[in-house]
């Protein structure tokens, strides 16, 4: 399909619906009309923005092959050249031996089709239901085997490996060029965390909470902004986290596992190489605090920062302003999602990280001083 009409600019405001609503039918006679595949079953799985599904169905072969289908929510669905910028980000990295998806083509030959979808939102202030239609794009992609990470405890040298593993994948995507990631944005960028601004209403009346993230939304306006034309830039995956980092058993180390793949291109990105780093850093550290694990959170980042720093320098300039970008991406996922629950309350998926986020994003920006957390990065990066 073209670019054209491409509205990649867009950016999530506060009211706008913008998630699909589609059923375990509706998704099974869209993957039979446009990719003629016999459906053994279908699940949905957990998501945000948009409606994923788990799918087994039999080729043209008889032989049972796993996908992914993904029906994308109506704004980016209007950024067709980004879609087109994730699959050739696919296709490079799996043509590098990288295990991640790669779209299959659809009866016309297309790797995606835009199709009108009849949903019915919910009206949560009047607890009605509103039928409506919208485009959005279906894409079927490759399954990727293995356990997402969230499965495992998180280990020193997991961690350590997952850094390497993102930084590994920055130089691949160095290959990308594309117009449509320069004139990509969303909300969830960290170029565009300050827009955080028109969503910070749904936390008022916590008044400690809202304060911390006006805290860390003014240091990263007057610390970071002015910095951020000095700032090494490249393409990013930009959601480097657990529910997208596919792992399987170490086959040299005992209990311990390898990073196998990655999953999810929807925030592929252009932007500053420290933003890659402080998302892993960010939902890393959140894995240091699910119940049951012992290792310290500020011991997990330096473990992400040890991997990393092996196949990419940390300047400086980039370490001072990491602690502002780890808890702008907490204040994301924990704005963001109370956000979007409010949309769509009882999705508890959405509110994954405000279990441990909160406590966390205050422990990231009190507890050490600036000198204390410089020391802590710096050690890591020196080992």
Known sequence: MSPSGDSGSATLQPGQRIKPNVSLSTAQKLIEEHYGLQIESIKELN???????????????????????????SMDSKKTGHIEAEHVAMFLLHGKCIRCPIPMKNVKGETFALVNIK??????????????????????????EGQIMYE???TP?????????????EAILKEVACAALDNHSSVWMLSHVLDLEK????????????????????????????ILPQLEQGVLHG????????????????????VHGLIDFGDLQAGAYIFELAITTCYMMLECVKEGVTLDSFEGAQNVLKGYSTVRNI?????????????????????????????????????????????????????KSDE???ACWKAAVSQ
Request: charged fraction near 25%; hydrophobic fraction near 35%; aromatic fraction near 10%.
């Open 47 to 73: 998501s945000y923005d948009d409606n994923n599904f788990y799918v087994k169905a039999k080729d043209s072969d008889e032989n049972t092959q796993k996908y992914t289908f993904k029906v994308l929510n």
């Open 119 to 144: 949903n019915e939102a919910t009206d949560v202030d009047n607890n009605e239901s509103i039928p409506t239609e919208s485009s959005h794009i279906i894409r079927l992609l490759t399954f990727v």
């Open 152 to 154: 495992a405890p998180p």
């Open 157 to 169: 040298k997991l961690l350590a490996k997952a850094g390497k593993y993102i930084a590994e994948i």
């Open 199 to 226: 969503f910070i209403y749904v936390i008022k009346d916590q008044p400690e909470r809202f304060n911390l993230v006006t805290s860390v939304l003014e240091a990263y306006k007057n610390r970071v902004v002015p």
């Open 239 to 258: 959601d480097f986290n657990e529910q997208n980092i596919i792992i399987q058993p170490s086959t040299t180390e005992p209990g311990e596992y390898d």
């Open 315 to 367: 300047p400086d300039k980039e370490l001072k302003v990491l602690r502002i970008l780890v808890a702008s991406r907490l204040c994301q996922s924990l704005v963001l999602g109370a956000y979007t629950y409010s949309l769509d309350p009882g999705n508890e998926y959405l509110l994954t990280t405000a279990k441990t986020g909160w406590a966390l994003l205050d422990r990231v920006w009190n507890e």
């Open 372 to 374: 204390e957390m410089m």
